[in-house]
């Protein structure tokens, strides 16, 4: 399988949010959408994610862009993450990881030592149905700049 790259088309997904809403990559058409992939609702990293965004949220409105973040958690989890940590976006519950898949955000990951299969905390910013940006080394507590950096 080909890697994604920067200009290439999106691939098209569809998946269900905390709400059980349907969200398809046609519904951001216009919209700046960033999608992010992370690894599990209420960890230390993707929980200073989530926040970093949320924290930056309405000024990524004002800029015209959607946020929305996927992981393989189901929607009850995702509904308690966005309830605990007051998240204005939707996430995707991708339990059978075809939008994981999709963008290539499965594979093989190092923690202390140990080697495993999971989720690759990616973030990939879309416009017209073009991947613009992707970011494989995400900064998770200040991921709203380095994502304004790179698009400047």
């Known amino acids: 399988m080909n890697s994604l790259k920067e200009g290439d088309s ?3 997904f569809s998946g269900a949010d905390q709400n059980g809403k349907q969200l398809e990559l046609s519904y951001f058409s216009d919209k ?3 999608l992010y992939f992370y690894p599990k609702d209420d960890t ?4 200073k994610e989530a926040c970093n965004l949320r924290d930056n949220y309405s000024e990524l409105k004002n ?5 929305v973040g996927v992981s393989a958690d189901n929607s009850a989890k995702h ?3 966005i309830e605990k940590y007051e998240l204005p976006f939707s996430l995707i519950a991708d339990t059978e990881k075809s939008v994981i898949n999709a963008y290539q955000c499965w594979g093989l990951k190092k923690f202390m030592g140990r080697e495993y299969d999971g989720i690759l905390r990616k973030t990939f910013v879309i416009e017209n149905s073009k991947i613009v940006k992707i970011f494989e080394k ?10 304004m950096e790179a698009l400047d």
């Open 138 to 147: 995400v900064k998770t507590a200040d991921h709203f700049h380095q994502i």
């Open 63 to 67: 800029k015209n862009f959607e946020v």
């Open 32 to 34: 700046k959408l960033i």
């Open 44 to 47: 230390p990293g993707c929980t």
């Open 10 to 12: 999106a691939p098209n």
């Open 79 to 81: 509904l308690k993450f």
